[in-house]
Every structure is written in structure tokens, then in C-alpha cells.
């Protein structure tokens, strides 16, 4: 089994910066990491993507201003957001696909609001 196990959310007024953790533990096996997010009355999103070689995805809502980077020994991946905005607002789930077996796994969430 694989758990999942976010930090860094918080408030933080526009113009700011965070930054997100995400701890995998278990059988993670090659994977790719990842955050995602899900605004009040809103679909669940793509923010960014990290494979273990390090190749990177950005939704282009986030390009140039968050960066998504992962330490392969730490089985950690962190999401740095900077100029952040009210509209990045939501809860930010972290998620783990693991090749073998084409599992997906999910943390719980960790709440961003940007506000004045």
C-alpha cells in the first residue's frame, strides 16, 4: 500500500509564495508524482507533474510561476508557488501514479486560499 501525506498549505495574501510538501511511503515503485487541485464548485484539476527521471508537466494556468521538483531519495515531491493568486485557491491534493498495476494514489488534500 502507499499513503501519501501533504504539508505546507496555508493563507497567503496575492503576490506570495508557498510551498507544498508531499511524503510517499510504501511500495511506491517507478512513478510519476504529482499535484492536483480542486476549487469550491469546481472539478478537480492538473497543476503539475514530476517523473522519477524528472521530466516536468504544468497546466498552463501555473507556467512560470509554480515549479513542481521531487527528491527521489526522500520519496518527496514539492510544489514552490510563487505570484500566487485568488484564483489559486483550493484544496491541493498530491497523487502518486505507480506503473506497475497502473495504481493511482491520493493524499488527503492540504488547503491553499490566497486572500487579502
Known amino acids: 500500500q502507499v499513503q501519501l501525506v501533504e504539508s505546507g498549505g496555508g493563507l497567503v495574501q496575492p503576490g506570495g509564495s508557498l510551498r507544498l510538501s508531499c511524503a510517499a511511503s510504501g511500495s511506491i515503485g517507478f512513478n510519476v508524482m504529482g499535484w492536483y487541485r480542486q476549487a469550491p464548485g469546481k472539478e478537480r484539476e492538473l497543476v503539475a507533474t514530476?517523473?522519477?527521471?524528472?521530466?516536468?508537466n504544468y497546466a498552463d494556468s501555473v507556467k512560470g510561476r509554480f515549479t513542481i521538483s521531487r527528491d527521489n531519495a526522500k520519496n518527496t515531491v514539492y510544489l514552490q508557488m510563487n505570484s500566487l493568486k485568488p484564483e489559486d485557491t483550493a484544496v491541493y491534493y498530491c497523487?502518486?501514479?505507480?506503473?506497475?498495476?497502473?495504481?493511482?494514489?491520493w493524499g488527503k488534500g492540504t488547503l491553499v486560499t490566497v486572500s487579502s
Open positions: 514530476i517523473a522519477s527521471g524528472g521530466s516536468t
Open positions: 497523487n502518486l501514479h505507480r506503473f506497475f498495476g497502473a495504481m493511482d494514489y
